[in-house]
């Protein structure tokens, strides 16, 4: 079966070449749709390249070592962590050199994953680094793209009020803003403003070099509250539209370097342009830079915070669903809940940006700056410590800890054919796919006994609500075996970690949902109340497992992958989730209580008549809230 794909761009945009991408190869088609791959990934057709020129080790790869960026930018040689409030960012001699494509030889050099920072500003400064490098070596044009969703204009303020540090850092630009060079083509630095939401606004007509121009620009940027983020088509769009300024001379040496800087708080509506913007900004060598937020782990979607923008309205926090993930191409987190457990419905940071805009960075040689304002390695974070306009992350890992975990940035066919190779990936990555669709319900655990028939029928229909849990759980166990010999052959920290937290976590929730069943079938044959007056059973969870050894043998079997997560990935996302799988036992026990059946009404409050209703009104009137509105689409 052949897929076709259309590669329409958006509605200002000019036609594209080719409009349609043939995908050819049955075999692979199969592959890719056996493992759900989105379909906007398909039609990956680049293979990626392996080693980079300058790499170290055979990949280059960059990662902050600092929660927190310093107001000043400064790049020394690497250095050991200290714990200081506002530590100076410290790179490491990779970042140094591969950090960015050669522009003199078009060799494309690997880009960095995952820059941590707290803000917008601390990205900014190591952006003025890169561009001083490419100043260096020849003449620059900074394209900065800009999402018009409401909730970047924080952001967008943010680079709007630091344009005159950086220009001033880069001395290019007097600070009245006026052009210190005669001809505009001999400027050293231009740049541009563009908008890009549903469509692309190009908000400076043509590259400047005046300070004043560029900030108008940003901040005469309109919003766009469609909810689509056209990023991909955006980014090839603006990388054919400045091809002109890399060879405009008839030797072979580019006349300017082409830096493209993206500033969003999503993962982008359109990833099927992924492969499509990586080779045009490959074909004229232009580096993409995104500071973007940090994916959530093993998940799409988060919460994000909104406070209207508007003082007008009322400005309560309200919260909306966003897309920022997933950090992978495709899900490697299985998704499971019992017995109360809320851990898969609280968001944790993956310690990388979305897939597709991350891997458009490392393709291209820029960076990734995964930005969030409450970032803090040491604690969980607060749901009431989270800054309008982002997502509530409760807990974030140093970047160094997370390093040897980075995902595989390389196309659909290439991360399908890695999958396949290892029967532990397969199955991982198949188990993670079900369970997304399959939620797994709640389990009862409080049982009033008022009569004998009452009580049995109550056991009963929780019984059943737990058969029907345990095929899920099951389908999802065979799954995983499957792929149980192939697990010591895996080498990568990332798989193996992922597998172990898969096959403990999954074990875990088959002993409880079994024992489950078990123990309320046992109940209904008699229980009997040491304490007359009690009235009530309540299951509890429990280190003991009393119905059977084989399911005392498969406790013992979950708790070793649980285990293993925690000793051998400890700091990362993964042993955050076993170790909180571990805290509720595996085991049940009755407990007994007593329920008072005639409780008393509570007491009515009072009306209060004293006041004439008239007052009343003219009170309401007085203290009548600001209207409120709800978020716009995210």
């Given at each position: 079966?052949?897929?076709?794909?259309?590669?329409?761009?958006?509605?200002?945009?000019?036609?594209?070449?080719?409009?349609?991408?043939?995908?050819?190869?049955?075999?692979?088609?199969?592959?890719?749709?056996?493992?759900?791959?989105?379909?906007?990934?398909?039609f990956?057709?680049?293979?990626?390249?392996?080693?980079?020129?300058?790499?170290?080790?055979?990949?280059?790869?960059?990662?902050?070592?600092?929660p927190?960026?310093?107001?000043v930018?400064?790049?020394?040689?690497?250095?050991?962590?200290?714990?200081?409030?506002?530590?100076?960012?410290?790179?490491?001699?990779?970042?140094?050199?591969?950090?960015?494509?050669?522009?003199?030889?078009n060799?494309?050099?690997?880009?960095?994953?995952?820059?941590?920072?707290?803000g917008?500003?601390?990205?900014?400064?190591?952006?003025?680094h890169?561009?001083?490098?490419?100043?260096?070596?020849?003449?620059?044009?900074?394209?900065?793209?800009?999402?018009?969703?409401?909730?970047?204009?924080?952001?967008?303020?943010?680079?709007?009020?630091?344009?005159?540090?950086?220009y001033?850092?880069?001395?290019?630009?007097?600070?009245?803003?006026?052009s210190?060079?005669?001809?505009?083509?001999?400027?050293?630095?231009?740049?541009?403003?563009?908008?890009f939401?549903?469509?692309?606004?190009?908000?400076?007509?043509?590259?400047?070099?005046?300070?004043?121009?560029l900030?108008?620009?940003?901040?005469?940027?309109?919003?766009?509250?469609?909810?689509?983020?056209?990023?991909?088509?955006?980014v090839?769009?603006?990388?054919?539209?400045?091809?002109?300024?890399?060879?405009?001379?008839q030797?072979?040496?580019?006349?300017?370097?082409?830096?493209?800087?993206?500033f969003?708080?999503e993962?982008g509506?359109?990833?099927?342009?992924?492969?499509?913007?990586?080779?045009?900004?490959r074909?004229?060598?232009?580096?993409?830079?995104?500071?973007?937020?940090?994916?959530?782990?093993?998940r799409?979607?988060?919460?994000?915070?909104?406070?209207?923008?508007?003082?007008?309205?009322?400005q309560?926090?309200?919260?909306?669903?966003?897309?920022?993930?997933?950090?992978?191409?495709?899900l490697?987190?299985?998704?499971?809940?019992?017995?109360?457990?809320?851990?898969?419905?609280?968001?944790?940071?993956?310690?990388?940006?979305?897939?597709?805009?991350?891997?458009?960075?490392?393709?291209?040689?820029?960076?990734?700056?995964?930005?969030?304002?409450?970032?803090?390695?040491r604690?969980?974070?607060?749901?009431?410590?989270?800054?309008?306009?982002?997502?509530?992350?409760?807990?974030?890992?140093?970047?160094?800890?997370?390093?040897?975990?980075?995902?595989?940035?390389?196309?659909?066919?290439?991360?399908?054919?890695?999958?396949?190779?290892?029967?532990?990936r397969s199955?991982?990555?198949?188990?993670?796919?079900?369970?997304?669709?399959?939620?797994?319900?709640?389990?009862?655990?409080?049982?009033?006994?008022?009569?004998?028939?009452?009580?049995?029928?109550a056991?009963?229909?929780?019984?059943?609500?737990?058969?029907a849990?345990?095929?899920?759980?099951?389908?999802?166990?065979?799954l995983?075996?499957?792929?149980?010999?192939?697990?010591?052959?895996?080498?990568?920290?990332r798989?193996?970690?992922?597998?172990?937290?898969?096959?403990?976590?999954?074990?875990a929730?088959?002993?409880?949902?079994?024992?489950?069943n078990?123990?309320?079938?046992?109940?209904?044959r008699?229980?009997?109340?040491?304490?007359?007056?009690?009235?009530?059973?309540?299951?509890?969870?429990?280190e003991?497992?009393?119905?059977?050894?084989?399911?005392?043998?498969m406790?013992?079997r979950?708790?070793?992958?649980?285990?293993?997560?925690?000793?051998?990935?400890?700091?990362?996302?993964?042993?955050?989730?076993?170790?909180?799988?571990?805290?509720?036992?595996?085991?049940?026990?009755?407990?007994?209580?007593?329920?008072?059946?005639?409780?008393p009404?509570?007491?009515v409050?009072?009306?209060?008549?004293?006041?004439?209703?008239?007052?009343?009104?003219?009170?309401?009137m007085?203290?009548?809230?600001?209207?409120?509105?709800?978020?716009?689409?995210?």
């Amino acid at each position: 079966m052949a897929l076709l794909v259309a590669l329409g761009l958006l509605p200002t945009f000019t036609p594209a070449e080719p409009a349609i991408v043939l995908v050819s190869s049955l075999t692979t088609v199969e592959k890719v749709e056996q493992f759900n791959v989105p379909e906007e990934f398909y039609f990956s057709n680049q293979p990626s390249i392996e080693v980079g020129a300058n790499s170290v080790g055979g990949e280059a790869m960059a990662l902050s070592e600092a929660p927190i960026v310093s107001e000043v930018s400064v790049v020394p040689q690497h250095a050991d962590v200290t714990d200081t409030p506002n530590p100076e960012i410290e790179i490491n001699n990779i970042v140094a050199v591969a950090s960015g494509l050669h522009f003199n030889k078009n060799v494309a050099v690997k880009g960095a994953a995952g820059e941590g920072t707290t803000g917008a500003a601390g990205a900014i400064d190591r952006l003025t680094h890169e561009i001083l490098l490419s100043l260096e070596e020849r003449k620059t044009l900074v394209v900065w793209m800009f999402d018009q969703t409401a909730s970047l204009i924080p952001q967008r303020q943010a680079i709007h009020d630091r344009f005159d540090k950086i220009y001033e850092e880069l001395g290019i630009i007097e600070a009245s803003g006026a052009s210190a060079f005669a001809k505009h083509e001999d400027a050293p630095l231009l740049s541009s403003v563009v908008a890009f939401g549903q469509s692309l606004t190009l908000m400076t007509k043509k590259p400047t070099d005046s300070l004043d121009e560029l900030k108008q620009a940003v901040k005469s940027i309109p919003n766009d509250n469609s909810g689509e983020e056209h990023v991909f088509s955006a980014v090839r769009e603006i990388a054919k539209t400045y091809a002109e300024y890399r060879y405009q001379t008839q030797s072979q040496e580019p006349d300017r370097n082409v830096m493209i800087v993206v500033f969003t708080d999503e993962a982008g509506s359109d990833e099927r342009m992924l492969d499509e913007t990586v080779k045009m900004c490959r074909r004229w060598t232009m580096p993409v830079y995104v500071v973007g937020v940090p994916a959530p782990f093993g998940r799409r979607e988060t919460m994000m915070k909104w406070v209207d923008p508007d003082p007008n309205y009322d400005q309560s926090a309200q919260w909306g669903v966003v897309d920022q993930g997933p950090e992978s191409l495709m899900l490697e987190r299985i998704k499971l809940g019992f017995s109360g457990q809320q851990e898969d419905e609280i968001a944790i940071d993956s310690g990388f940006g979305p897939y597709a805009l991350t891997r458009l960075c490392v393709e291209t040689g820029g960076i990734y700056f995964a930005v969030h304002p409450n970032r803090d390695v040491r604690r969980r974070v607060t749901r009431g410590e989270v800054d309008a306009f982002s997502s509530h992350l409760q807990y974030f890992f140093d970047p160094e800890t997370m390093r040897p975990y980075r995902p595989e940035y390389v196309s659909a066919r290439e991360y399908v054919d890695r999958v396949k190779k290892n029967a532990a990936r397969s199955s991982l990555v198949e188990a993670a796919s079900r369970s997304q669709i399959d939620q797994m319900a709640e389990a009862r655990l409080r049982f009033v006994k008022r009569e004998e028939g009452e009580f049995a029928a109550a056991l009963t229909e929780a019984q059943q609500s737990a058969a029907a849990l345990e095929p899920k759980i099951n389908t999802l166990f065979e799954l995983l075996k499957n792929g149980e010999a192939d697990r010591d052959k895996e080498e990568t920290p990332r798989w193996r970690a992922g597998y172990d937290l898969a096959m403990g976590r999954v074990l875990a929730v088959k002993v409880r949902t079994e024992g489950y069943n078990q123990i309320l079938a046992a109940a209904k044959r008699g229980l009997k109340f040491k304490e007359p007056k009690n009235n009530t059973w309540v299951l509890a969870p429990s280190e003991e497992i009393t119905v059977g050894s084989q399911m005392v043998k498969m406790a013992e079997r979950a708790k070793m992958y649980l285990n293993r997560v925690i000793k051998d990935h400890p700091g990362t996302p993964w042993a955050l989730l076993a170790e909180r799988e571990l805290k509720d036992p595996l085991g049940w026990k009755w407990k007994e209580e007593f329920t008072d059946l005639n409780p008393p009404r509570n007491a009515v409050a009072a009306v209060n008549n004293n006041v004439p209703a008239a007052a009343n009104d003219r009170k309401a009137m007085l203290n009548r809230p600001p209207p409120k509105r709800p978020p716009p689409k995210l």
